[in-house]
């Protein structure tokens, strides 16, 4: 070939070269943005922005949380949309990105299965997807990234069992899959991790023995296997890894002694936590070989014999935790390890409470470092005084000396101790009074002084400890007045106060106790009336004012507390009649009564029907009640001879004079009602303790039923906004608009209904009102008290209900959902159970679920409730089929479509649709429930693996991150919705099951989200 044609020929390829390769790196660009674009579409939820610089108008190398490689043609390396928020799936399209190295998407709210396809990202070097709600099973696939370092899983819902494959993974330096539900052991082959940093597998209810392969983990560091179920001995091989400075094996079952020089063999151990095992043996005094140890937590083991003195030379410790074992000797010197610690000068917390230590109190104590924050010594055998320098450790926030055998006095430098949130100090012989420097301790929460010789006065000061939740003298030679200041405090959840010398009166601020759970003044001497402002503690479930002197009747207030689990007002003086409405508290399982003066019939409703929860010993003025009582019957008593002379004498005349008394008022009320006229219209009240109001006054209350005060209609009628000016009080009222048909009969039903019912979760009723309007023409409306809260509609559905613009995004958090849901449920349970007769409401739905200022649900609009002629709720099948039932579509129990009758299981079917619809936000009526497919299936089909599907996604939102508790409440509750609206009525949950078992979850729930803080504190380390 000439040259001229070879320079050509060589320029065309260099041309269609460059055409080539730019086609190529076009094509790879396309992919990464097509993947990138993908990952957008599956995030349904971006509540800070992020993806919002994710749109053509940039390059996606500038999209916010994209790093890209400019070695190769802006290919995708990093991608970090961690800590936003964001709620949705991972797709298979990540598996695109062929040159990531970096993922991280920790904390956030992603949920579905980790796609196997993240197998294909050969070049992957980091994929952190800690604080997520992943589910399914770790991808085996990921042995195929070869390139591994790190691999953060935690806290996740990953099941199954951790692959073994895993330990092909050659260069992995980090592997953290802990706060997991995996199921079986720890592979072997991780011992197989030559690289391997930081293992963390805590919380992964893993099980079995810890494998020997773990102590070939030379460059191991970092090794965090808390909370599972792990048992056998220790690997000895452990003690070989001689880099680790993390050694945390908390809340397991493994047994064993430690090896007396593990200090010389882990001279790095900075964290040595171990509490919560079944280890024996002695602490080694090696340990102070490990210069740099900062913690030690071995409580709750075996532990025994002496502390070891050596640990005084350690000087970075921080935290000596040796609490609930059996430390100590016979020799009386136990605590000498103290005088020694005064040297570690960054000591915060020494806990060695709950152990066998025994000897004198040592002064030592207040010489130790005055950073420290918890000191407990409690529940040992230490005699002695408390020291008076106690003072001197200002920083304490747990003081723990309960159940020793100390005597003298509490000292007033105590006072001195302003960050102390925990006294403790209980069962001792400790003398002279409390001293008044306590009211200085303002951040204290709990103080527990039971069980002491303490005398005196209670001093008025602690009503200056604002935050003051639990307090508890009980067991003291306590006297005088109980100082009003300490019924003041507003957040106090408990007093004990029993078993004192205490007179004068109960202070009547205690009704200002809101959260008030347990009061106990039992075994005083105090006298006086019960105040009828302890009525306005709602929250109280143990109320026990026995053994004292109280006197006049008991206050019908009490009644209202529906809390209450145990109301003991025994050995007083108290007169007067049992209050039936005690029968009705739906908690109630202790009532004492007893050695009282007591009189009348008992009642035989309710809690009265159970004799084995019930006292009435000593009062015998009473009478009637169950059998089981064995009270006498009640009968007119024997009139006397002196009574004989009086109907002789006086009872002629009485008669002659009430016959004419009935006739005059007869005629009286038949000329009254001849007048009857538009301006004095008869108000038709339900009964006595209704209020009447006039069709005047409600014209005037509403402006004249003005469209500015309509809050909403329904098929019988309108409600409206009043205010009326006489009371000065808001009122709703539903006005029925008698041309519709049925809407006669609806007002006559809800007025029977509402006649006799008191529920604080039925709406409240203050009148009804049947008179003629200013056109002649009948009137009928039913006057409640106003919720300011609205319609539970009004907070589920705002975009479709809301008038307010500022009411659009408004939404219900977990708990007011939770608690939204057992308030009906109370409400019905009451209706079907214990109000007699019993009612069926017969439209439960959110239009009809009102809320308070409090966010307290209220049941109303009982237009369609039926009175059943049967009384007990533990007929499965109570009905009336003497009217047919209507209620609103999607809510209708499937047997009223068939003829049914009123029946509880079909407000409990209604209740049940409620329920899923609080926690879905989807209506019954939504387009998507066609054919079979209905709310019930749809959430029955998606329980458990797709429960982040189906709820409501402000839940979601409201989380930013999910945690297993709420998991477990949304779960558990969906499923009683479930139980609720299951096809046929003998499939349903009995309504008081129903709302036991809301209870339960709603217990469950909070006692889940205050687990944590407490394990943190003593019992584990984690790395995520």
């Not at 916010?64 to 298979?92: E, F, I, M, N, Y």
Request: net charge neutral; hydrophobic share 40%; with cysteine.
């Amino acid at each position: 070939m000439s040259a001229p044609w070879a320079f050509v020929f060589y320029a065309l390829f260099l041309t269609y070269s460059n055409c080539f390769m730019g086609y190529a790196s076009k094509s790879q660009n396309e992919t990464d943005r097509l993947a990138l674009q993908a990952i957008k579409d599956a995030i349904s939820q971006d509540p800070n922005g992020v993806l919002d610089s994710w749109n053509t108008s940039l390059p996606y190398c500038q999209w916010r949380g994209v790093s890209c490689s400019s070695k190769h043609r802006q290919r995708v390396t990093v991608l970090d949309l961690s800590s936003q928020g964001l709620v949705g799936r991972v797709p298979a399209h990540i598996g695109n990105l062929s040159f990531l190295r970096v993922i991280l998407l920790h904390n956030n709210s992603f949920h579905g299965e980790i796609p196997p396809e993240i197998g294909k990202l050969l070049r992957l070097e980091t994929i952190w997807l800690s604080n997520n709600s992943f589910l399914g099973e770790v991808p085996k696939n990921l042995t195929s990234c070869i390139n591994l370092r790190e691999i953060n899983f935690i806290d996740n819902n990953l099941t199954g069992k951790i692959p073994v494959e895993l330990g092909i993974i050659p260069n992995l330096a980090v592997l953290c899959l802990g706060k997991n539900n995996f199921k079986g052991k720890i592979p072997p082959t991780f011992g197989n991790f030559s690289f391997l940093i930081l293992l963390s597998l805590e919380e992964a209810s893993l099980e079995g023995n810890i494998p020997e392969d773990i102590g070939r983990l030379t460059r191991l560091e970092y090794l965090t296997v808390a909370s599972n179920n792990l048992t056998g001995t220790f690997p000895s091989s452990i003690y070989n890894l001689s880099r680790l400075t993390i050694l945390s094996f908390p809340l397991n079952k493994l047994k064993g002694n430690l090896p007396v020089d593990i200090g010389f063999r882990l001279p790095n151990l900075q964290y040595l936590a171990l509490g919560g095992n079944q280890f024996t043996g002695v602490i080694p005094s090696s340990l102070s070989n490990a210069s740099q140890l900062k913690m030690i937590s071995l409580t709750g083991n075996w532990f025994s014999g002496l502390v070891p003195v050596e640990l005084g030379r350690l000087a970075n410790l921080s935290w000596l935790r040796l609490g609930a074992n059996m430390l100590g000797t016979r020799s009386g010197n136990d605590l000498s390890f103290v005088g020694y610690l005064t040297n570690c000068t960054k000591l915060k917390s020494l806990l060695v409470g709950g152990n066998l230590l025994k000897g004198s109190m040592t002064q030592a104590i207040v010489n130790l470092s005055t950073q420290i924050s918890y000191l407990s010594l409690g529940l040992n055998q230490i005699h002695g005084t408390i020291p008076p320098g106690i003072g001197n450790l200002v920083n304490l926030i747990l003081l723990d000396m309960q159940y020793l055998i100390l005597r003298g006095s509490i000292p007033n430098g105590i006072g001195n101790l302003q960050k102390l949130s925990k006294l403790y100090i209980p069962g001792n012989q400790l003398e002279g009074q409390i001293p008044t420097t306590l009211g200085n301790l303002t951040a204290l929460y709990d103080l527990q002084l039971s069980q002491n010789n303490l005398s005196g006065a209670i001093p008025p000061s602690l009503g200056n400890c604002q935050m003051l939740l639990w307090l508890d003298l009980s067991e003291n030679d306590l006297d005088g007045f109980i100082p009003a200041p300490v019924f003041g405090l507003p957040s106090i959840v408990s007093v004990n106060l029993s078993r004192n010398y205490l007179t004068g009166t109960l202070p009547p601020n205690v009704g200002n106790l809101k959260q008030l759970e347990t009061l106990d003044v039992s075994k005083n001497k105090l006298s006086g009336g019960i105040p009828s402002t302890l009525g306005s503690c709602l929250s109280l479930e143990t109320i026990c004012v026995n053994d004292n002197s109280f006197e006049e009747t008991i206050p019908e207030t009490l009644s209202s507390l529906r809390g209450l689990h145990k109301l003991d007002l025994s050995h007083n003086n108290l007169s007067g009649m049992i209050l039936e409405n005690f029968g009705r508290l739906p908690f109630l399982k202790i009532l004492n009564l007893s050695f009282n003066d007591l009189e009348g019939e008992v009642p035989q409703t309710g809690l009265f029907r159970n004799a084995s929860v019930i006292s009435l010993t000593g009062n015998r003025k009473l009478c009637g009640g169950i059998p089981e009582l064995k009270l006498p019957a009640c009968t007119v008593p024997h009139s006397n001879k002196r009574g004989r002379f009086l109907s002789s004498k006086v009872l002629g005349p009485l008669i002659v004079i009430a016959v004419c008394l009935v006739l005059f008022v007869g005629f009286f009320i038949l000329r009254h009602r001849r007048r009857k006229s538009i301006e004095n219209s008869a108000s038709a009240p339900l009964n006595n303790q209704f209020i009447k109001i006039s069709y005047r006054e409600l014209l005037q209350a509403t402006d004249g039923f003005s469209n500015a005060k309509l809050l909403g209609s329904g098929s019988y009628g309108s409600v409206y906004k009043g205010f009326l000016h006489e009371s000065q009080s808001l009122i709703a009222v539903k006005v029925f608009n008698l041309y519709h048909r049925g809407a006669s009969k609806s007002f006559i039903s809800e007025c029977k209904a509402l006649r006799n019912v008191r529920h604080r979760n039925l709406l409240k009723i203050m009148s009804a009102c049947a008179s003629v309007d200013y056109q002649g023409n009948d009137f009928r409306a039913v006057i409640y008290e106003f919720m300011a809260g609205g319609s539970l509609e009004s907070w589920l559905h705002p975009q479709q209900v809301a008038d307010d613009e500022r009411d659009l995004n408004r939404s219900l958090n977990l708990e007011q959902r939770l608690s939204i849901a057992i308030d009906v449920a109370s409400a019905l349970e009451y209706l079907h159970c214990d109000c007699q007769p019993p009612t069926v409401h017969s439209d439960i739905k959110p239009s009809n679920v009102l809320l308070d200022d409090n966010m307290v649900a209220h049941v109303g609009d009982f237009g369609l409730a039926k009175v059943l002629s049967k009384v007990s709720c533990d007929v499965q099948n109570d009905k009336s089929s003497s009217v047919l039932i209507k209620g609103s579509v999607g809510y209708v129990a499937p047997e009223y479509g068939m003829g049914e009758g009123a029946s509880v299981q079909g407000d409990v079917y209604s209740f049940g649709i409620l329920v899923l619809e609080i926690f879905t936000a989807r209506r019954p009526t939504d387009d998507m429930f066609q054919g079979d497919m209905n709310l019930h299936n749809f959430v029955r089909m998606s329980l458990p693996e797709r429960l982040m599907d189906i709820v409501d996604p402000k839940l979601i939102y409201e989380k930013n991150t999910i945690g297993r508790s709420v998991l477990d409440c949304l779960a558990s509750v969906l499923r009683v919705g479930l139980s609720c609206s299951m096809q046929t009525p003998k499939d349903r949950m009995e309504i008081k099951n129903v709302a036991r078992e809301l209870h339960k979850i709603a217990e469950a729930y909070e006692r889940k989200g205050n687990d944590g803080a407490e394990q943190l504190q003593e019992k584990t380390i984690t790395i995520s």
